[in-house]
């Protein structure tokens, strides 16, 4: 089976700037694309374990595998028994085939026009070109994807293997993590101002009573 779902998105914050769903894609439920939004959502905070390349093992025998390039997610959703090597191909196609739609469309200014697009699912005619990629990689024994995988000299043995629930609570607990640092920071500075009010009122009752004795005299 080919491809069941396609992302392509922006590291930062997830956006998704291209999708595409396989026709006739029976095995992917509504949970599954909740679940790759919510893998984009999380990428900033997978990105801080320097995984560029990960696979995430979900429901009904199929797998995420995700490319990080370019502040760029390349997501793909993929039945487990086809060869992790060939999916991996794939989205370093998807990653190659969009930077160059990017250059032509924008030339050296697209990575701004990335960083600044507000609206999801903006480089939508994209979509085509996922269609034909999708199309190319849908029989792993064809003579093309085989040649390609004799070719393919990447290390997949390190790529790490993630559950999906492992992966989304990871990100649920760095996001408490970070809440928590950020409310001992606001702790710590009303504590120094309350220190700094406390060292002020004792030296006005220190020596406020001579300032005034001073005065009277």
């Known amino acids: 089976m080919p491809p069941l779902l396609t992302f392509v998105a922006r590291v930062s914050d997830g956006l998704p700037l291209v999708a595409n769903t396989a026709p006739n894609s029976l095995s992917v439920t509504q949970e ?13 905070q997978i990105q801080s374990t320097h995984h560029s390349r990960m696979s995430i093992d979900t429901s009904n025998n199929l797998v995420f595998h995700y490319l990080l390039r370019d502040s760029l997610c390349h997501l793909a959703l993929i039945e487990q028994s086809y060869p992790k090597r060939l999916a991996f191909l794939y989205l370093e196609e998807i990653a190659d085939a969009f930077l160059e739609q990017l250059a032509r469309d924008h030339g050296d200014q697209w990575r701004v026009v990335v960083d600044t ?12 070109t996922i269609q034909r990629k999708r199309k ?5 024994t064809s003579r093309s994807n085989t040649t390609k995988l004799n070719e393919d000299l990447a290390d997949i043995q390190s790529i790490m293997r993630r559950n999906i629930d492992e992966v989304l609570n990871r990100g649920e607990k760095l996001e ?42």
């Open 117 to 128: 697009t507000a609206r999801p699912y903006a480089f939508i005619k994209f979509d085509i």
């Open 136 to 140: 190319e990689f849908v029989d792993p």
């Open 176 to 217: 408490h993590v970070s809440s928590i640092s950020q409310n001992l920071v606001s702790e710590s500075k009303k504590f120094k101002w309350g220190a700094k009010k406390l060292t002020w009122q004792a030296m006005v009752n220190q020596y406020g009573p001579m300032v005034a004795a001073g005065d009277g005299q």
């Open 32 to 44: 599954h694309k909740n679940q790759a939004k919510d893998i984009l959502r999380n990428l900033h």
